[in-house]
T-cell receptor, first 114, second 109 residues
Framework: DTEVTQTPKHLVMGMTNKKSLKCEQH?????MYWYKQKAKKPPELMFV???????INESVPSRFSPECPNSSLLNLHLHALQPEDSALYLC?????????????FGNGTRLTVT | KNEVEQSPQNLTAQEGEFITINCSYS?????LHWLQQHPGGGIVSLFM?????KKHGRLIATINIQEKHSSLHITASHPRDSAVYIC???????????WGAGTKLIIKP
């Protein structure tokens, strides 16, 4: 069982819908990440939160809006997505964002935009 | 040229064979990660290395900092080892994680 929990596992949404992806960890990690992964490609970093503050935004379109309500939770709010946004969305956490601690990944949310 | 190169891209082997996957990188790093991704999607961190060698069960990871090269070995491979194995390095100039393209491993019974 993964220590990073993502919900939902699958999501189908229309281009006019608003939905949210959720991620939770209780390991006391202070860095949390959102990645997008297309088929047969490595994950692409979207956002990094460090100590509940957004530290990296990799030029992600504004239709993706991250939120970190507290140190255990990370949300990704979705609005007006395009079919090309269909992908596996992975959440990860680590002790810090300074690269000296292992990454823990959730099982991902498989998103389909119709 | 990609900053992290993995080889081979695809590897098919028979159960019981010794497996080696290679990773070369061109940036200065603070750590190198080996990760495993099964078809279902979730990624599992196998090793984090900054020097030397680590072993966990049938898996062994080594790194040579001078040569900027790491290897992941699987001894007595088993069909359940079939997965994509990904090398990722933490760039020590900006702490960004740079991912390799992955090696798809299939172990046949």
């Amino acid at each position: 069982d993964t220590e990073v929990t993502q919900t939902p596992k699958h999501l189908v949404m229309g281009m006019t819908n608003k939905k949210s992806l959720k991620c939770e960890q209780h390991m006391g990690h202070r860095a949390m990440y959102w990645y997008k992964q297309k088929a047969k490609k490595p994950p692409e970093l979207m956002f990094v939160y460090s100590y509940e503050k957004l530290s990296i935004n990799e030029s992600v379109p504004s239709r993706f809006s991250p939120e970190c309500p507290n140190s255990s939770l990370l949300n990704l709010h979705l609005h007006a997505l395009q079919p090309e946004d269909s992908a596996l969305y992975l959440c990860a956490s680590s002790q810090t964002d300074r690269g000296t601690s292992p990454l823990h990944f959730g099982n991902g949310t498989r998103l389909t935009v119709t | 040229k990609n900053e992290v190169e993995q080889s081979p891209q695809n590897l098919t082997a028979q159960e019981g064979e010794f497996i080696t996957i290679n990773c070369s990188y061109s940036v200065g790093i603070s750590a190198l990660h080996w990760l495993q991704q099964h078809p279902g999607g979730g990624i599992v961190s196998l090793f984090m290395l900054s020097s030397g060698k680590k072993k966990h069960g049938r898996l062994i990871a080594t790194i040579n900092i001078q040569e900027k090269h790491s290897s992941l070995h699987i001894t007595a491979s088993h069909p359940r080892d079939s997965a994509v194995y990904i090398c990722a390095v933490r760039d020590n100039s900006n702490y960004q994680l740079i991912w390799g393209a992955g090696t798809k491993l299939i172990i046949k019974p």
